[in-house]
């Protein structure tokens, strides 16, 4: 019982210092105003190099199309789950950048109206009569207009938690991920053209952790402590990062089309346009829930590996032991593959009898996300089991051959297209009870190998790259 409390005492430990920035800095005062906070889209937006010339652009309207409303756990709200002040946002943006010089055209009336007013004061109230009014300078008119919105709010796309409570001792945390969408156009004034279209997702984190301890300490004593907190990442925030993000991208779209170009000239140009390819690869290689994948183009594949053997046989005294393993597998499909694997170890039904053995498998093989960089698999089929040590046993003799059957799971990582790291466990039915050198009991023996390798992908390519799994 100490044992188990005191793990649990360690779970919610770990799972309240996960989130310990939140933990340790909790207000204990109000709070003063302050300029607000700079997104790290915001410094990238600052940090770009300057335009040959500033691009004047209008933004009418660039609102909440989404119609969503906050979620709350009971009843109803009329508040908007997304800032209806996204076109104030955009305008700060385009300013940010350096590259566009914003004019108001979101409060046109109010701007025009105000004019007039300067305009009729100055008429009544000139100094003279035989004189015109002075003139107002003329207002700029925007090469481009600027389009687009809030087009998508998703909520609790992915959620999900962990926690452990024993005796009344426990911790739990939980968390909810939404997501907002972002569409931005430019059009020519001039010709009614759409120029460039983009688009930017971002997500929307909600974080919670509780710590709790209800306990009698003693006789007629109850302990009872909790502590936690709640971290949610601010709407507004995401809508404007998710805004500066689309005013960059269309930033090197526009230098990708000859559309504008910086003052330092085409190498610069240039140098933006394949730091922004790049980062586009990475991000077609990127789905839903930040899954990375990579296209299968390889067949063929070999695999080395090492880790432990031990045996389930009719001694309860087993010892764990080496295991080395080297395997070749082709793949039929992305899913599927075909293979061979042979392993040497050591199996210790007792400190004193320890034996080598060799196996050698044919196997069927299931990855489940072929295309993902990480992705579980399965594997099995059937082998032979030989007794390859050279000492005299009373049931053994070398090379005894056994048939078995082996089942197995595991993950593999894939770092590059060529190389991936696995980690597998496999369950082994020999379909004789001699394997420990001891025949007895009802069932038959059983061993287990667990280990991770390095898993070599070449050969012939794929016509067509895969399609990643949605």
């Given at each position: 019982m100490r044992a188990t409390l005191t793990i649990v005492l360690f779970l919610s430990w770990a799972i309240l210092l996960t989130s310990c920035g939140a933990y340790f800095n909790q207000p204990e005062a109000p709070?003063?105003?302050?300029?607000?906070?700079?997104?790290?889209?915001?410094?990238?937006?600052?940090?770009?190099?300057?335009?040959?010339?500033?691009?004047?652009?209008?933004?009418?309207?660039?609102?909440?199309?989404?119609?969503?409303?906050?979620?709350?756990?009971?009843?109803?709200?009329?508040?908007?789950?997304?800032?209806?002040?996204?076109?104030?946002?955009?305008?700060?943006?385009?300013?940010?950048?350096?590259?566009?010089?914003?004019?108001?055209?979101?409060?046109?009336?109010?701007?025009l109206n105000e004019r007039n007013i300067i305009r009729t004061t100055r008429e009544e109230y000139r100094v003279s009569q035989n004189e015109p009014a002075k003139r107002l300078s003329p207002l700029l008119f925007a090469g481009i207009l600027l389009e687009g919105g809030v087009i998508s709010y998703d909520s609790n796309i992915l959620t999900g938690g962990v926690g452990a409570r024993y005796f009344g001792t426990g911790a739990s945390s939980q968390y909810r991920q939404d997501r907002i969408t972002v569409y931005l156009r430019a059009i020519s004034t001039s010709t009614g053209e759409v120029l460039k279209t983009v688009n930017v997702s971002k997500t929307i984190l909600s974080q919670g952790v509780d710590v709790g301890l209800f306990k009698y300490v003693n006789f007629q004593r109850l302990l009872e402590v909790e502590t936690g907190f709640t971290k949610n990442e601010p709407a507004q925030m995401a809508v404007q990062e998710a805004i500066e993000k689309a005013v960059s991208i269309l930033i090197l779209e526009g230098l990708k089309d000859d559309l504008w170009a910086t003052e330092n000239g085409p190498e610069k140009d240039q140098e933006l346009i394949d730091a922004y390819d790049l980062e586009t690869a990475v991000e077609n290689a990127t789905e839903l829930y930040e899954r990375e994948y990579q296209t299968q183009t390889f067949r063929n594949k070999v695999s080395g590996g090492m880790g432990i053997a031990f045996i389930d046989g009719d001694y309860t005294t087993n010892v764990i032991d080496f295991m080395g393993s080297l395997g070749y597998s082709y793949q039929l499909i992305p899913e599927l593959g075909v293979g061979f694997q042979a392993q040497i170890f050591k199996l210790n039904a007792t400190t004193d009898n320890i034996k080598w053995w060799l196996s050698e498998s044919l196997q069927l093989s299931y990855t489940i996300l072929p295309n993902d960089k990480l992705s579980p698999f399965i594997y099995g089929g059937p082998g032979l089991l030989l007794f390859?040590?050279?000492?005299?046993?009373?049931?053994?003799?070398?090379?005894?051959?056994?048939?078995?059957?082996?089942?197995?799971?595991?993950?593999?990582?894939?770092?590059?297209?060529?190389?991936?790291?696995?980690?597998?466990?496999?369950?082994?039915?020999?379909?004789?009870?001699?394997?420990?050198?001891?025949?007895?009991?009802?069932?038959?023996?059983?061993?287990?190998?667990?280990?991770?390798?390095?898993?070599?992908?070449?050969?012939?390519?794929?016509?067509?790259?895969?399609?990643?799994?949605?």
């Open positions: 709070q003063d105003a302050r300029i607000a906070e700079k997104t790290d889209v915001t410094k990238t937006l600052e940090a770009f190099p300057l335009p040959k010339e500033p691009i004047v652009v209008g933004v009418y309207n660039f609102k909440d199309q989404t119609g969503q409303y906050k979620n709350v756990e009971n009843g109803s709200t009329f508040s908007t789950a997304v800032t209806q002040g996204a076109t104030t946002i955009l305008i700060k943006a385009l300013e940010d950048s350096k590259w566009f010089r914003p004019i108001e055209r979101e409060n046109l009336g109010n701007l390859a040590d050279d000492t005299e046993e009373e049931h053994l003799e070398r090379w005894d051959a056994f048939f078995k059957l082996q089942a197995g799971a595991g993950l593999e990582y894939r770092f590059t297209e060529r190389i991936s790291l696995v980690l597998q466990a496999d369950w082994n039915s020999v379909f004789s009870d001699k394997v420990d050198n001891f025949v007895g009991g009802r069932r038959n023996d059983f061993y287990y190998n667990v280990g991770v390798g390095i898993n070599y992908h070449f050969g012939a390519g794929r016509n067509k790259p895969n399609k990643p799994i949605k």
